[in-house]
């Protein structure tokens, strides 16, 4: 959010429970649309963040904002033009579309190709699967000027479990390094760095590569 600056209006589609608001409360005028009526109600009531229910084109519908976030959403729409024309016209000119979503060039699914891994992964509830160029034309179509960055979340414990057992890890740590030795044995130090070292290597290679699990997108509308 490093560009937009303080005091500006954000909106945040899909909050869950406002996790990633919290991060912004006291430094931006913020706003929320989420779809569960729990998560709603803990967005507006402990969160106190104005948060509403309805479609997007139709939230807060006097208000632009300067930058917009939908975290894990756009694989979940219907209409993804649609959706990403509207966050457009919600938008100041210039103003920041901020999004994150699954890879369909992961490498379980397209280089390892474990095939339990790819059942899970087509039967999950995502309607459309994303890939830099293909994201990038929506985006210009769209009218967005974007970049897409590979990010690497899990690490090679994830891997390794697939890759194992065919099954995944239901432990979020899996984004953790290995640390395989319990820290208070005196060689710890010295052997957990190892996988330590391992993993972020890993990490790397996937984002060089372009076979990460999640790709980020930073987007800017038009100035007209």
Not at 172 to 185: F, G, M, W
């Amino acid at each position: 959010m490093e560009q937009v600056p303080e005091g500006a209006s954000v909106l945040e589609i899909g909050p869950s429970a406002g996790g990633f608001l919290s991060h912004l409360v006291g430094k931006y005028d913020l706003h929320a649309v989420e779809w569960n009526p729990e998560d709603a109600k803990f967005v507006r009531e402990v969160g106190e963040i104005p948060c509403e229910e309805c479609d997007v084109e139709d939230a807060f519908p006097d208000k632009k904002f300067t930058a917009i976030v939908a975290r894990q959403v756009l694989e979940h729409t219907e209409d993804p033009y649609l959706f990403l024309d509207t966050c457009r016209r919600k938008l100041i000119g210039g103003g920041w579309l901020y999004l994150e979503l699954p890879n369909a060039l992961n490498a379980l699914t397209d280089v390892y190709e474990i095939p339990s891994f790819q059942d899970w992964w087509f039967s999950a509830p995502h309607i459309t699967y994303w890939e830099p160029g293909t994201l990038m034309n929506i985006l210009d179509a769209t009218g967005f000027e974007a970049r897409v960055k590979m990010v690497q979340r899990f690490g090679q414990a994830h891997a390794y479990q697939w890759l194992q057992k065919g099954s995944k890890m239901e432990d979020t740590k899996a984004a953790a390094p290995l640390k395989p030795v319990r820290s208070n044995h005196a060689l710890a130090p010295a052997l957990n760095r190892v996988f330590a070292r391992a993993d972020k290597e890993y990490r790397i290679q996937m984002e060089t590569l372009g076979c990460t699990d999640q790709l980020r997108v930073f987007a800017r509308r038009h100035e007209i």
